[in-house]
């Protein structure tokens, strides 16, 4: 999760100075009405991302293949008083989110590249005021993350997918998308490749986004800084719905997210050393198949398809928030 979506609802205004006179008292209202809108995402984002980090330090010292599966062993649940909640064994976990709080977990585990998924129901019928975090981050002021968000939005209206990649604390790289189903009926799988070459997410097995390494063209990329899962479900009515627009409707609370079968095909990081490189690479190749993996012409293909068909904000084409010019990478994707 990030301090990106800020900038989501860009503020059409600029002050050019053929504008009749009468016009500036609207603009200067839009100016601070988009200040306090920043500014109160920034200050909840980062609360948040506190709290998911520093409910506790402890590390895993496992040395083990990822597997997944039982969430109970996966993951610690981290915050929200009770809120969060196993079932089944370990096969379901439920965050939920009333008036006084959210809830969240982190895995247990830290991973340095890996091909990591979940299937999450979101909240069904009134989501609006409330977000959902799925994500990878690993810790401290220059810490590398690779998100998905889902902001909740009121009834029949859609979800939207946040994705953000932060390299060296640096995130700004937004891309928004309206899935092509309805997330709150069912469990969908959600999915994040990452290996030494790139990152890609995806939204049942169709791949959504690419942030590929382009180190040799200066653009930093994620890979010396190992990461752990995180999700939280929290509230975030002062932003998340056109842009604060839509409170949360805490008649509907509590408000709840379910996730099941996580998959990590991960190379486990423990006391400075990867659990791949523990392994003779020959023996086991076939287990790291991801750690080259790419797209190929069909699943491009198909990428191009939810870009052009479903994507609802992009900032490599927001030249008007990035007036300085945009993201290196965008020149070349
Ligand atoms: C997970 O939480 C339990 C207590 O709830 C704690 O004992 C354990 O050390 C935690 N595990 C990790 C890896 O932090
Ligand atoms: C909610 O739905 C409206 C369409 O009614 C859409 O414009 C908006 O982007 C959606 N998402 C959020 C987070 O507000
Ligand atoms: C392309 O990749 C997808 C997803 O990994 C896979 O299901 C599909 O079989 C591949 N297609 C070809 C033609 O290799």
Known sequence: MGMQSRNTNPSKSSSSSFLPPRCIPLLVFFSIFAFLFFFNLDTFLSRTKAIARHSFNEQTRLFMNAEGGNLEREFNITWGNGRAKVHNNGGLLTLSLDKNS??????KKEYLFGKIEMQIKLIAGNSAGTVTTYYLSSEGPTHDEIDFEFLGNSSGDPYTLHTNVYCQGKGNREQQFFLWFDPTTDFHTYSILWNPHRIVFSVDGTPIREFKNMESKGIPFPKDQPMKVYSSLWNADDWATKGGLVKTDWKKAPFTASYRNYKADACIWS??????????PTSNSIDYLWMSEKLNSTSLERMKWVQKNHMVYNYCIDKMRFPEGLAPECKFS
Do not use: H, V
């Open 271 to 280: 006391e400075g050393a990867s659990s791949c490189n523990s392994k003779s």
């Open 102 to 107: 959210g809830s969240g977990f982190q895995s």
